[in-house]
């Protein structure tokens, strides 16, 4: 039998105050443990500024590196580091060679010689002259694939420059390239890719 002045009141009211105490705590110290989580992640960038070159490109950069830098947009975006070479990211579509079926996430693979064309048609001609023109402009010696939020990205260091190739696998008509010049190999690591994961 219950006491004469007992309610369900009496019962509820004491885990109520401990839930809300533990709830107050609880917000009190994540945005402690997310800083903290955030500065032990090996991607961590501390302030950075977003660069969006199209709908599958976020480009993050640390704001100390853009001290001293000039952005300018021709045929894409350029960022001239001040003491780091620069970089022009550029988007190219599948219309862009009038083959508007043509799975651009491919691409990189061809170009990079990482997957054969089995046909010989107009595609195996710009492929083909995509991978002369990437060994004159760039002397490759060296490739990487790595994986982004969205899709796969393609390194290639080379003597006279370097690029990257971005795809996405929600978007098979469109790929970003990353024209990089007079950057270190460290810098391309640590700043560009870093920024794109």
Known sequence: MM??????????????????IALLILFMLEPAYASNKANRNSNYLGPNVEI?????????????ILKGSQIRQD??????????GEI????IKSLDFGFPEMDMRDFPLHV????????????ANIIDSAMKDSSITYHPIKTAQFKTRTGNGYLTI???????YL?????????????IENMKE??????IIKGLL
């Open 112 to 123: 990079m010689g990482l997957k054969k064309i089995k046909e010989n048609n107009e595609y």
């Open 88 to 91: 022009t990211l550029q988007s």
């Open 3 to 20: 006491p004469p002045n007992f309610s369900i009141y009496h019962l509820v009211l004491p885990m109520l105050k401990h839930g809300l």
């Open 75 to 84: 045929n894409g975006i350029t960022i001239e580091f001040s003491d780091m």
């Open 52 to 64: 969006f070159a199209n709908d599958i490109t976020q480009l993050k950069l640390p704001v100390k």
């Open 167 to 179: 795809t996405d696998v929600q978007h098979p008509e469109l790929l970003t390239k990353i024209h």
């Open 186 to 191: 460290a810098d391309i690591s640590n700043i």
């Open 158 to 164: 080379g003597l006279k420059g370097s690029f990257i």
